[in-house]
Nanobody, 127 residues
Framework: QLQASGGGLVQTGSSLRLSCTVS????????IGWFRQAPGKEREGVSC????????YIVDAVKGRFTISRDSAKNTVYLRMNSLKPEDTAVYYC??????????????????????WGQGTQVTVSS
């Protein structure tokens, strides 16, 4: 199971840190991805991190503003979001993939490759 938290209502230019707590995943290697879905839009990938080597991927739309990291001791993945913009407003989801061929830095956060999803957390950025 995955539990996302940390969303909220903030002003433009503010920062938030989202957390995704992961229950025990049997496979040794897995990846956690962050996705977001704005009203009326498709769910899109934002970032991911692989447990095997902590390699990461950040999509261009948020590169330079968002950072993903992992605390293995806490089984938690973080998405640090700086310089937030109104267009970042969305429900943010974390998800996991245990596909053996998948590595985050190569495949990126492709929704179809992720099999386990948590509930979302709302991020609203006011102008």
């Amino acid at each position: 199971q995955l539990q996302a938290s940390g969303g909220g209502l903030v002003q433009t230019g503010s920062s938030l840190r989202l957390s995704c707590t992961v229950s025990v995943l049997t496979p040794k290697n897995y990846a956690i991805g962050w996705f977001r879905q704005a009203p009326g839009k498709e769910r899109e990938g934002v970032s991911c991190i692989s447990s095997s080597d902590d390699s990461t991927y950040i999509v261009d739309a948020v590169k330079g503003r968002f950072t993903i990291s992992r605390d293995s001791a806490k089984n938690t993945v973080y998405l640090r979001m700086n310089s937030l913009k109104p267009e970042d407003t969305a429900v943010y989801y974390c998800a996991a993939t245990v596909r053996t061929y998948y590595y985050c830095s190569g495949y990126g956060p492709q929704r179809v490759l992720y099999d386990y999803w948590g509930q979302g957390t709302q991020v609203t950025v006011s102008s």
